[in-house]
């Protein structure tokens, strides 16, 4: 069963606009959650994280927005860069197991375009 | 600080052969985890090494195993090795691995089983 899931395998933006990459999750037990961006070939790279107990980290150009309701989290890139090109992957933990064990989505491969 | 280190990063077996991963994890990092990137299956974990013991075991059959040594340096192993093997295998280090912390990854051994 997945229990995190990016539902869009794409997505493509202009240069200079807003990139905004979507995360829903099923287990109400996940407390942590991390964003990590990929090029091929590569190790995922830590982007991003925030905690249950937050609705909101920021970073730069980065946003995270988390929406425990609705088991929904959001990664917000403003202005999106050409470097920003890559395979963005959402990630959650659960308790004291946290960076232990990461439950990963499937990720959404994001493009910007010049 | 020097990153995750992998080695090698690329490998090529045979059917049947086993194969030693190894995993090099961040200064001071106690906590080692390995996962399993494939296509079809995304970013799946494998288990974890805290001090030595396993802590943690993902649903893999038990033809993968690893181990831990003193300086937190971690090997994984698989034997018998089958065509589905063919994947991105990543390592992570963290501080402890629990709550609320972050897992930085190496670059990744790819495997090609032939």
């Known amino acids: 069963d997945q229990q995190v899931k990016q539902n869009s395998p794409s997505l493509s933006v202009q240069e200079g606009r807003i990139s905004i990459l979507n995360c829903d999750y099923t287990?109400?037990?996940?407390?942590?959650f991390l964003w990590y961006k990929k090029y091929p070939a590569e190790g995922p790279t830590f982007l991003i994280s925030?905690?249950?107990?937050?609705d909101k980290n920021e970073d730069g150009r980065f946003t995270v927005f988390l929406n425990k309701s609705a088991k929904h989290l959001s990664l917000h890139i403003v202005p999106s860069q050409p470097g920003d090109s890559a395979v963005y992957f959402c990630?959650?933990?659960?308790?004291?197991?946290?960076?232990?064990?990461?439950?990963f989505g499937q990720g959404t491969r994001l493009t910007i375009n010049p | 600080k020097a990153g995750v280190t992998q080695t090698p990063r690329y490998l090529i077996k045979t059917r049947g052969q086993q194969v030693t991963l190894s995993c090099s994890p961040i200064?001071?990092?106690?906590?080692v985890s390995w996962y399993q990137q494939t296509p079809g299956q995304g970013l799946q974990f494998l288990f974890e090494?805290?001090?030595?013991?396993?802590?943690n075991k993902g649903n893999f059959p038990g033809r993968f195993s690893g181990r831990q040594f003193s300086n937190s340096r971690s090997e994984m192993n698989v034997s018998t090795l089958e065509l589905g093997d063919s994947a991105l295998y990543l390592c992570?280090?963290?501080?402890?691995?629990?709550?609320?912390?972050?897992?930085?990854f190496g670059q990744g051994t790819r495997l090609t089983v032939v």
């Open positions: 992570a280090s963290s501080l402890r691995g629990g709550m609320n912390t972050e897992a930085f």
């Open positions: 287990n109400s037990m996940f407390d942590y």
């Open positions: 925030i905690s249950s107990i937050k």
């Open positions: 990630a959650a933990s659960a308790g004291v197991e946290g960076a232990q064990k990461l439950v």
């Open positions: 200064s001071g990092h106690r906590s």
């Open positions: 090494y805290f001090s030595e013991t396993q802590r």
